[in-house]
Each structure stands twice: as structure tokens, then as C-alpha cells.
Nanobody
Framework: VQLQASGGGLVQSGGSLRLSCAAS????????LDWYRQAPGKQRELVAG???????RFADSVKGRFTMSKDNAKNTVYLQMDNLKPEDTALYFC???????????????WGQGTQVTVSS
């Protein structure tokens, strides 16, 4: 199983980006997924998450600006980031619980980071 994060880039303050986290390989479906971010010199923080029932939750710092959605057919979860601010600049990582075929347990995987840079 591989988890691939993409969609980062350079955007001006107030702009938007959509991050994707796609699972590939022997995957039945993504059960739940969290997005984390880590800025230089700071600890990794939980930004947003989507549960098995598609309930979403967000850090207070991004509430009202970020949304999440899941495309089960593509085994992909999206993080839509609007009204971006310079303080959103960080390396964004996804972490997923994945159901694998013929496995009695859920696999936990990290995607590689995708860089988001917001200029003022």
C-alpha cells in the first residue's frame, strides 16, 4: 500500500489549494484520514481529519477555511484550503487507516509531505 500526497504549491495570501491523498496498491478503502502539517522549527500539528462515518474535524486555526471530502471510488481524500494565510505555510502530511484485502486489521500509513507556501 502506498499513500501519495500531492497538490501543494506556492500561493498568495487569500488564495486556495486542494491537497489530495491517494491510496494505491492492495486497498479496499480508506477508513479514516488525518492531515498534519509541520512548519520549520515547529512541532507537527493535526490540521484536519475525516472519520469512517465521513465526519470531519478541524483545528481551530483552519476552521471555516479548510474542508475535507472523500472519494471512495478513487481511494482519495481531499483537503480544500481556502483563504490561505502565510501562517499556513508548512509541509503537509496525510496519515490514513486503510482496509486491506484479506487482512483482519486496519493498516496505518503515512504519505510523504507536500509543501504549501503562502506568500504575504
Amino acid at each position: 500500500v502506498q499513500l501519495q500526497a500531492s497538490g501543494g504549491g506556492l500561493v498568495q495570501s487569500g488564495g486556495s489549494l486542494r491537497l489530495s491523498c491517494a491510496a494505491s496498491g492492495k486497498v479496499v478503502n480508506i477508513i479514516a484520514l488525518d492531515w498534519y502539517r509541520q512548519a520549520p522549527g515547529k512541532q507537527r500539528e493535526l490540521v484536519a481529519g475525516i472519520s469512517s462515518s465521513d465526519t470531519t474535524r478541524f483545528a481551530d486555526s483552519v476552521k471555516g477555511r479548510f474542508t475535507m471530502s472523500k472519494d471512495n471510488a478513487k481511494n482519495t481524500v481531499y483537503l480544500q484550503m481556502d483563504n490561505l494565510k502565510p501562517e499556513d505555510t508548512a509541509l503537509y502530511f496525510c496519515n490514513a487507516e486503510i482496509r486491506e484485502p484479506e487482512a483482519p486489521w486496519l493498516g496505518h500509513y503515512w504519505g510523504q509531505g507536500t509543501q504549501v507556501t503562502v506568500s504575504s
